[in-house]
């Protein structure tokens, strides 16, 4: 099963008045190792580094239990969730809390706890919603399993 990369770049992009600006964004890219996040992010961002050079800060693996992508254009922010998932431990009497990292794709933070709310309506174990942030992430790129060679 393929990782999840929280990823950073920088590269010149021209801005509305016609002048190159330096940007940071964040992308979430799934894959195996380093070297196919690297060639992806290259790959995905060729387009946008016409005017200079695409820098890689960073490339940090994370633990994911879910992403919730949307098919809505005007979704474009991505939120990420810290879910509890409620267990009782028996032998000791008290109750358990594991925490699972969740990212969803949504146009607001009201919208976003609505549709990890609706998401979760299925799962049978007990649960609470610690925390919702928004996150500077640009776009998610899963491995698309219906190419050959990926």
Same mark, same amino acid.
């Given at each position: 099963m393929a990782n999840w990369f929280e990823c950073k770049v920088t590269y010149e992009k021209m801005v509305d008045n016609g =002048?190159?600006?330096r940007t940071s964004e964040g992308y979430l890219v799934q894959?195996? #190792?380093? =070297?196919?996040?690297e060639a992806r992010l290259t790959e995905e961002l060729s387009s946008f #580094?016409?005017?200079g050079e695409l820098i890689i800060n960073t490339i940090k693996r994370i633990k994911l239990a879910e992403l919730f992508l949307s098919d809505h254009p005007e979704d474009d922010r991505f939120y990420r969730c810290k879910v509890n998932f409620i267990s009782l431990d028996e032998t000791r009497g008290v109750e358990k809390r594991t925490a699972a990292?969740?990212?969803v794709q949504s146009d607001s933070l009201p919208n976003a706890l609505k549709r990890l709310e609706k998401e979760m309506s299925t799962t049978l174990s007990p649960y609470e919603i610690a925390a919702i942030t928004e996150t500077i992430?640009?776009?998610a790129?899963?491995?698309?399993?219906?190419?050959?060679?990926e």
């Open positions: =002048t190159p600006k894959g195996d #190792t380093y =070297t196919e996040i #580094t016409s005017l990292a969740m990212i992430i640009m776009d790129w899963p491995i698309d399993f219906s190419k050959p060679n």
